[in-house]
């Protein structure tokens, strides 16, 4: 039984160990620059050991892809409060993504081109596990029924809050931004901003047809 167990943990290594490496290589060298041969040789194990515990390199890749989604989302629910207020619950979720992939840039890197790769269809069309879809979902579609978001399908809701997130963080990831975290803050702040509900005028100016900006009255 000890023998046993000791192959089956020095096979799971060796998956883990092609795991990472695909998504390394690909982080670097795109799909393209990531054949069979080269990501056995950063796994520092034989090509044909890839064949054990992959079909093929269309199957290493989506392996790969969802065992990044389900670290990252474990990461970012871990300190996310399931009930309370939509505002801190949605900048528990940004902030859990924006510091996840700043720690680790080579998977937003791999992520980033597997989501715009034809892989993308034979995943979740929400860029979430399947399991996690309804109840990200049903925050979004909370907060627009309580006016708090715009009025809005909650699908194109998570839409508008990861766009500039993401960009933002791909950004950082490639070394055209350095993400601190006031940065980051303010980063959140913007993508609650694209979704949240305008609270009317109370606080600024108002736009008149002549073009000018009246204040509004002094009891507002």
């Known amino acids: 039984m000890k023998i046993i167990e000791e192959k089956q943990n020095m096979d799971n290594a060796k998956r883990r160990a092609l795991i990472e490496a695909a998504i390394q290589v690909v982080a670097h060298h795109g799909f393209h620059g990531a054949p069979i041969g080269f990501i056995a040789g950063v796994a520092k194990v034989a090509v044909g050991t890839v064949y054990l515990h992959f079909e093929d390199k269309d199957h290493l890749m989506l392996d790969a892809y969802r065992a990044l989604e389900q670290r990252c989302l474990t990461a970012v629910m871990k300190n996310y409060p399931p009930r309370g207020d939509?505002?801190?619950?949605?900048?528990?979720?940004?902030?859990?993504?924006?510091?996840?992939?700043k720690l680790f840039p080579e998977e937003f890197l791999f992520a980033d081109q597997?989501?715009?790769?034809?892989?993308?269809?034979?995943?979740?069309?929400?860029?979430?596990?399947?399991g996690e879809v309804g109840r990200i979902l049903q925050f979004f579609s909370q907060g627009a029924e309580e006016g708090i978001f715009k009025a809005m399908p909650p699908t194109m809701l998570l839409a508008l809050a990861c766009g500039p997130l993401i960009q933002v963080v791909r950004a950082?990831?490639?070394?055209?931004?350095?993400?601190?975290?006031?940065?980051?803050a303010r980063t959140v702040d913007s993508c609650w901003e694209a979704i949240a509900r305008e609270r009317g005028p109370a606080c600024e100016g108002i736009v008149t047809a002549e073009g000018d900006v009246a204040q509004p009255p002094a009891f507002a």
């Open 172 to 184: 950082h990831a490639v070394g055209y931004l350095y993400l601190d975290e006031e940065r980051i």
């Open 86 to 101: 939509i505002r801190q619950r949605f900048s528990s979720l940004a902030l859990g993504v924006i510091r996840y992939f």
């Open 114 to 130: 597997f989501l715009s790769s034809p892989y993308r269809k034979r995943v979740s069309p929400h860029f979430l596990p399947d």
